[in-house]
C-alpha cells in the first residue's frame, strides 16, 4: 500500500505570528519553525496503515527549503520517503495553489490514501484536503477521530457538529485526521540517524507540469493588517475561601443567576 | 455597490434550517439584491418556511434521500457547479461546519476560484472582502477576493445575528442532479449524537467550560452540576481534553471547535491557549477559575480567581444553591 501524507512546515504555534507589514506574507525570519503539530497525527495515521497492511508512507510538503526539517523529522519518526516542492514563485500560495502543488504530487508518486491534517496550524484556511480530492477526482473522508482498514475498505469515525458518523468508502482517497486519532510517536535516535540516507526529492512546479500556481496568481490578496482590540485584564483575586463568593457576585451582576 | 446574486449554503438537521446559515441569509441581505438558499438535504424543503423569513426569496432543494447516504462534499459540489453555470451567483456563503468546509473546498477546486475561510465579516462594494482575524485573533486583516466569480467565503458561526426580514416562504426549486455513482464510494452508515442535555453550548446564557486543570475526566461533573445549579448554562471543553478523549468533540469551545458568545463564560482550569481563546473571547464576560496566577487566560479574564478550580467550583454551585432558594 502506498500511503501519501502531506505535512507543513510553520512558525512555532507557541509564539504569535507576524505578517510583513509591506507583503502581507507571513514573516518567517528570525521566528523558530516546527513541523505542525498537527501534522503529526497524520504521519503517525500512515505509519500505523503500513506496519499492519505493509507498503510505505511517503512524505510530501510544499514550503521554503527550511520545510526540509518537518520531512526530515516525518522520516525520522518511520516514513521511507520524503519529497519537497520548493520554488520562489510558490510563496504567498492561496489555498487551492497549495492544494494543486500538493495533489500533483501526490499523483506523480502514486498512492492508496493521501493523509492530511484536518488545516495547518497557522493559516486554518481547513479546504486543502477537500481541494485536493477533488482535483485527485476520489472521495474526501474528513475529520476522523478512529481509523480502521479492512482489505481496501477505509472505516471512520468522523466528527460531526453533533457526534461522529460512521464513514466507509473504498480506496483510493484523501483522509484528513483530527488531533486526538492517535499518540504521534517521538522519533527514535536510531531513526534519526537513519532517516539522513532515506531518498528526499526537490520537485518544482515545473517538475509537475503545474502552472498557473504560486502568489501572482493568487484570487486574493490582504489588503488591510491592523492589531485586534483586545479585551483588557479585569479583577484578579487570589482565592482565600471567598473566591467563589465573588464568582457568585459577579454572575449576579450579570442577572444570570 | 451591491453584488447581483448571494447563495447561502443553508444546512438542515431534524427538519429545521440550521441556525448558522440563517445568520448568513440575514447578513446576504445587505450584501446582495438577490438572496437564495441551496440545501441537500430529503428535508429540504421543510426549511423554505425559515429561509423566506431571513431572506432567501428561492430555495433550491436537491432532496435526494442519496445525499444523506454519502459524504456530501463530492456530489454538492457537483450539483453546485451545475446551478452556479445555470445562475450565476456572485458570491456563495458557508458556515465553517465539517460539511460546509467539505462542500466549499471542493467546489472551488472544482470552479477554480478563491476561498476565504474563517471568516468575521463579508462586505460587497464592488468586490467583495472578507475580515478575519489571524495568530489567535492577535491580528485583524482583510482580504479582498479577486480570481473570479463566485467568491466563496466560509464564515464562522455567530459572527453574525440571525434576524427574520418578515418574508414569508422561499420559492421551492427542486433540484434534480443525481449523486454520480463514484461519490457512492464514500458512505455513511452510521449517525451517532453526543449532545449533552440542557441548553445548546451555542445558545446558553453561561458556559462552563473544563481544561487540563480539571486533572480527571470525572472531575467535569463538576461542571455539570454548576451548570445545573445556574440553570441556562451549558458545559464546554479546551480541545486538549477533547483530544485526549476526556469528553465528546461536541463540547469543543476553540478554532476548531464551535464559537459561543454567551453572556458569562466560565473558564475552569483553562490555560487559555489561543486555539481556546478564538472560541470564547466574543463572550459579553469572562471569569477564570485557574491554579496558575500566570495563564494567559487573566489577561482576558473581566473576573479572575486564582486557587483551586477543584474547590472552588463545588463551592460555587452550593453558594448559587443557596442563593436561589432564598
Request: charged content about 20%; hydrophobic content about 45%; aromatic content about 4%.
Amino acid at each position: 500500500m502506498k500511503v501519501v501524507v502531506c505535512v507543513k512546515q510553520i512558525p512555532d504555534p507557541n509564539t504569535t505570528g507576524q505578517l510583513d507589514p509591506s507583503t502581507h506574507l507571513l514573516k518567517r525570519e528570525g521566528v523558530e519553525v516546527v513541523m505542525d503539530p498537527g501534522d503529526e497525527y497524520g504521519v503517525e495515521a500512515g505509519l500505523k496503515l503500513v506496519e499492519a497492511a505493509g507498503g510505505e508512507v511517503t512524505i510530501i510538503s510544499m514550503g521554503p527549503e527550511r520545510g526540509l526539517d518537518a520531512v526530515r523529522k516525518a522520516l525520522a519518526m518511520g516514513a521511507a520517503k520524503g519529497i519537497l516542492v520548493s520554488d520562489e514563485s510558490l510563496r504567498g500560495s492561496d489555498a487551492l495553489s497549495t492544494a494543486r502543488v500538493l495533489a500533483a504530487t501526490a499523483k506523480r508518486e502514486g498512492f492508496d490514501i493521501v493523509i492530511t491534517a484536518t488545516e495547518s496550524t497557522d493559516g486554518y484556511t481547513g479546504i486543502v484536503p477537500q481541494a485536493m480530492a477533488e482535483i485527485l477526482d476520489v472521495p474526501a473522508v474528513t475529520f476522523a477521530k478512529s481509523i480502521e482498514l479492512d482489505g481496501d475498505t477505509l472505516k471512520v469515525q468522523r466528527q460531526t457538529e453533533a457526534g461522529y458518523d460512521v464513514v466507509q468508502a473504498t480506496l483510493p482517497v484523501v483522509l484528513s485526521v483530527t488531533a486526538g486519532v492517535n499518540e504521534p510517536r517521538y522519533p527514535s535516535l536510531k531513526g534519526i540517524m537513519g532517516a539522513k540516507s532515506k531518498p528526499l526529492d526537490r520537485l518544482t512546479p515545473r517538475d509537475l507540469e503545474l502552472s498557473g500556481v504560486g502568489g501572482a496568481s493568487a484570487g486574493q490578496s490582504i489588503t488591510a493588517v491592523e492589531p485586534a482590540p483586545q479585551r483588557g485584564a479585569g479583577e484578579i483575586v487570589k482565592d482565600d475561601g471567598q473566591g467563589a463568593a465573588r464568582v457568585a457576585d459577579f454572575l449576579a451582576e450579570r442577572k444570570v443567576i | 455597490m451591491a453584488l447581483d446574486r448571494v447563495w447561502v449554503f443553508l444546512e438542515v438537521a431534524g427538519g429545521k434550517a440550521a441556525p448558522a446559515g440563517l445568520e448568513l441569509l440575514t447578513k446576504a441581505r445587505e450584501l446582495g439584491s438577490t438572496v437564495e438558499a441551496v440545501v441537500f438535504s430529503p428535508e429540504a424543503e421543510q426549511a423554505a418556511g425559515d429561509a423566506g423569513a431571513h431572506g432567501a426569496a428561492t430555495l433550491y432543494a436537491a432532496s435526494d434521500p442519496a445525499y444523506t447516504e454519502v459524504l456530501l462534499g463530492g456530489p454538492a459540489a457537483d450539483a453546485l457547479a451545475a446551478l452556479v453555470e445555470e445562475h450565476k451567483p456572485d458570491l456563495i456563503l458557508f458556515a465553517m461546519t465539517q460539511d460546509g468546509r467539505d462542500v466549499a473546498g471542493r467546489l472551488a477546486a472544482k470552479l477554480g476560484v478563491p476561498v476565504v475561510a474563517n471568516a468575521l465579516e463579508v462586505a460587497a462594494d464592488g468586490a467583495v472582502s472578507v475580515g478575519s482575524s489571524v495568530f489567535g485573533a492577535t491580528l485583524n486583516v482583510t482580504t479582498a477576493l479577486e480570481g473570479g466569480a463566485p467568491a466563496i467565503v466560509i464564515v464562522r458561526p455567530k459572527s453574525f445575528a440571525a434576524e427574520p426580514s418578515g418574508a414569508g416562504p422561499a420559492k421551492l426549486v427542486p433540484v434534480a442532479i443525481p449523486v454520480a455513482e463514484k461519490h457512492r464510494r464514500a458512505r455513511v452508515v452510521d449517525r451517532t449524537a453526543e449532545v449533552a442535555s440542557g441548553p445548546k453550548l451555542e445558545e446558553a446564557a453561561v458556559v462552563v467550560s473544563g481544561g487540563r486543570g480539571l486533572a480527571d475526566p470525572k472531575n467535569f461533573e463538576l461542571l455539570e452540576q454548576l451548570a445545573g445549579a445556574i440553570g441556562n448554562a451549558a458545559v464546554g471543553a479546551s480541545r486538549a481534553v477533547v483530544d485526549a478523549g476526556w469528553v465528546p468533540y461536541a463540547m469543543q469551545v476553540g478554532q476548531t471547535g464551535k464559537t459561543v458568545k454567551p453572556t458569562v463564560y466560565i473558564a475552569c482550569g483553562i490555560s487559555g491557549a489561543m486555539q481556546h481563546t478564538v472560541g470564547m473571547k466574543g463572550a459579553k464576560a469572562i471569569v477564570a477559575i485557574n491554579r496558575d496566577e500566570n495563564a494567559p487566560i487573566f489577561k482576558l479574564a473581566d473576573l479572575g480567581v486564582v486557587g483551586d478550580v477543584l474547590k472552588i467550583v463545588p463551592q460555587l454551585t452550593e453558594e448559587i444553591k443557596k442563593r436561589k432558594s432564598k
